[in-house]
T-cell receptor
Framework: GQQVMQIPQYQHVQEGEDFTTYCNSS?????IQWYKQRPGGHPVFLIQ?????EVKKQKRLTFQFGEAKKNSSLHITATQTTDVGTYFC?????????????FGSGTRLSIRP | DTGVSQDPRHKITKRGQNVTFRCDPI?????LYWYRQTLGQGPEFLTY????????KSRLLSDRFSAERPKGSFSTLEIQRTEQGDSAMYLC???????????????FGPGTRLLVL
């Protein structure tokens, strides 16, 4: 079946260090979305990427969508304690008739002050 | 505040009992999704509605699970004869179907955490 894999599963960094999470799909995607879930919270939409090779920035966060539309990454520059949480990518398969999105298993980010 | 609300926020039940959860989407959204999330995993798609029509159900969804959206607004998810493996967070999300110039974005509610004893 269609799968979206995310690595690493956990990342523990010193405050101020950079952080990157990678997302890979077994199938070509129409788009990819990124969500952040704080401990005890629910997923909160961050961004959606649609175009091949697209790069979008939100302050210290940089999102990329691969040329083949099968992978994506999220990079956080100079992490802060407010960045703590689990980051999920979620892809919409290109040739699926469904509107569903498939979530990766997430990367849990923790930060040493 | 995303505007999607879910009730109850927590539910503890005994194995074999039926439970029902409610989701109120953002008012102008015509799509509504149900997901299940277990610890350490991403949300897993269960089913979705466009207006009152249920357009897809996951193949993983047991026939003990049923969802409705009778008037195209709020939705209910019922689990019959609950099992311990049903313990999870049940998330609802709503969105506007994609159209001219509109990309679909799903907004999640706070979830209902179910514990089956």
């Amino acid at each position: 079946g269609q799968q979206v894999m995310q690595i690493p599963q956990y990342q523990h960094v010193q405050e101020g260090e950079d952080f990157t999470t990678y997302c890979n799909s077994s199938t070509t995607l129409s788009n990819i979305q990124w969500y952040k879930q704080r401990p005890g919270g629910h997923p909160v939409f961050l961004i959606q990427l649609v175009k091949s090779g697209e790069v979008k920035k939100q302050k210290r966060l940089t999102f990329q969508f691969g040329e083949a539309k099968k992978n994506s990454s999220l990079h956080i520059t100079a992490t802060q304690t407010t960045d703590v949480g689990t980051y999920f990518c979620a892809g919409q398969p290109r040739y699926s008739s469904a509107s569903k999105i498939i979530f990766g298993s997430g990367t849990r980010l923790s930060i040493r002050p | 505040d995303t505007g999607v609300s879910q009730d109850p926020r927590h539910k503890i039940t005994k194995r074999g009992q039926n439970v029902t959860f409610r989701c109120d989407p953002i008012s102008e959204h015509n799509r509504l999704y149900w997901y299940r999330q277990t610890l350490g995993q991403g949300p897993e798609f269960l089913t979705y509605f466009q207006n009152e029509a249920q357009l897809e159900k996951s193949r993983l969804l047991s026939d003990r699970f049923s969802a409705e959206r009778p008037k195209g607004s709020f939705s209910t998810l019922e689990i019959q004869r609950t099992e311990q493996g049903d313990s999870a967070m049940y998330l609802c999300a709503s969105s506007l179907a994609p159209g001219a110039g509109n990309q679909e974005t799903q907004y999640f509610g706070p979830g209902t955490r179910l514990l089956v004893l």
